[in-house]
């Protein structure tokens, strides 16, 4: 079997990013936050589309802010770089808080899935 396989075959090295994770404490503290229901991610998640414009006006760095993990295997300058979204680029979402906890926790990112669980907290102590 060749090291490229090999490599294929790996779990992605997924970290919880603290740049994203002080910016959805931020905007909890200040309101800044929806308290949907939990299935409503699929309404509310930003489109393609929406991500495109929002990276062409901010870069990487103000998208990044938004998401609660990176995958080390991808580049910075990439969206596959960043996982498990939390808001709208407006909001934070109780939806998707919800649905990070859940997929982070059925893949095992048990980082992921603590740092979502204390921002659904977070936010439900301000609520």
């Known amino acids: 079997m060749s090291l490229g396989a090999v490599l294929s075959k790996e779990?992605?090295?997924?970290?919880?990013n603290d740049s994203g994770?002080?910016?959805?404490?931020?905007?909890?503290?200040?309101g800044r936050f929806t308290a949907d229901r939990r299935n409503n991610w699929g309404e509310h998640q930003v489109s393609t589309e929406e991500e495109n414009k929002f990276i062409a006006l901010h870069g990487f760095a103000e998208y990044a802010k938004w998401y609660l993990a990176i995958d080390e295997s991808h580049q910075p300058d990439t969206k596959a770089h960043y996982k498990?979204?939390?808001?709208?680029?407006?909001?934070?979402?109780?939806?998707?808080?919800?649905a990070a906890r859940s997929r982070a926790r059925q893949y095992g990112y048990n980082d992921v899935e603590k740092t979502a669980q204390r921002l659904?907290?977070?936010?439900?102590?301000k609520e």
Do not use: M, N, S, W
């Open 11 to 16: 779990k992605p090295r997924i970290v919880v």
């Open 21 to 30: 994770v002080l910016h959805a404490q931020e905007l909890i503290k200040f």
């Open 84 to 98: 498990f979204p939390y808001g709208d680029f407006k909001t934070v979402h109780r939806c998707a808080l919800l």
């Open 120 to 125: 659904i907290e977070l936010q439900a102590a």
